[in-house]
Nanobody, 125 residues
């Protein structure tokens, strides 16, 4: 059974950076497509970035040019490098995985089958 654990969240000032990690266990992640989602207080879930195992990637428009998703299948880990953070990036960030055959963009819109418990990112001065 696939289990996902996020880490790397915390408090950062506007303009700062954080790197989130998502470690998988139970299965080999190179058979899965991966994604980062977030949920801000009082708002719905949003797909932030998704990356398929064939390299297809997607970023929601609000993070394009600031966030970078990557995966290291040898370490069974996915990352989200977040730069130029803004207060509106404050949210709980969730890691997710899926094996469906749709595009990365579609995965980020529809959601995925397997989820971590989330890590809180707070951007505030």
């Amino acid at each position: 059974q696939l289990q996902l654990v996020e880490s790397g969240g915390g408090l950062v000032q506007p303009g700062g950076s954080l790197r989130l990690s998502c470690a998988g266990s139970g299965v080999t992640l190179n058979n899965y497509h991966m994604g980062w989602f977030r949920q801000a207080p009082g708002k719905g879930r949003e797909g932030v970035s998704c990356i398929k195992n064939d390299g297809d990637t997607y970023y929601v428009e609000s993070v394009q040019g600031r966030f970078t998703v990557s995966r290291d299948d040898a370490k069974n880990t996915m990352y989200l490098q977040m730069d130029e953070l803004k207060p509106e990036d404050t949210a709980v960030y969730y890691c997710a995985a899926d094996q469906s055959r749709v595009t990365a963009a579609t995965m980020c819109i529809l959601g995925m089958d397997y989820w971590g418990k989330g890590t809180l990112v707070t951007v505030s001065s």
